[in-house]
């Protein structure tokens, strides 16, 4: 599942593209069947916290699987969403109650999003994007803020999520990791 936070003109193509892309799709059933223009496309999130773009977004013919305003869903109930997108990534607690995400020691941030692609510069968008991004989960920096980017302890020590930048793959640099301090 990957998700686009920002959903102006360079995310709105990226719905689109990771639509449109081979990849992971599960196999539709009688109750969710899948749209006959994105049979093998990622399932993908739109996130933003402006209504405006999230219709426009809504109305494409490539259009995303969930989206999210930002500004009005929690955390919490934003990975409740994502979640029920992929029957095999169940939301549940330790003790197989349905439970929330966010909490420190949650079993379940594999319930998360995969892969999520910030393309704004917004940076509340940076940390919600964080939130819904699973363990071990890819976070592709597209979007750059004035004032740079802040992260959790939680985020570093406990998530250990490839952070990438688009120039990475210009530059031949590997991929930022964060691990667990020994």
């Known amino acids: 599942t990957i998700g686009i936070i920002g959903l102006g003109a360079l995310g709105h193509l990226g719905v689109q593209m990771a639509k449109a892309m081979v990849g992971p799709r599960p196999v539709a059933t009688d109750s969710s069947p899948t749209h006959p223009l994105q049979p093998k496309g990622y399932i993908v999130v739109g996130v933003d916290a402006r209504p ?61 999003l995969a892969a999520c692609f910030v393309v704004n510069d917004v940076p509340a968008s940076f940390q919600y994007a964080v939130d819904i991004l699973a363990r071990h989960g890819t976070f592709v920096l597209v979007g750059q803020p004035e004032h740079g980017v802040n992260f959790t302890f939680k985020f570093v020590s406990t998530r250990i999520i490839t952070l990438v930048h688009p120039d990475q793959h210009r530059t031949g640099t590997s991929s930022l990791r964060t691990s667990r301090s020994s």
């Open 52 to 112: 405006e773009p999230i219709e426009m977004t809504k109305s494409l013919a490539l259009a995303p699987d969930l989206c999210i305003n930002a500004a009005t869903m929690s955390v919490d109930d934003a990975l409740v969403q994502i979640s029920a997108l992929d029957p095999k990534k169940p939301l549940r607690g330790l003790d197989g109650v349905p439970q929330t995400c966010a909490l420190f020691f949650c079993s379940d941030l594999d319930a998360a």
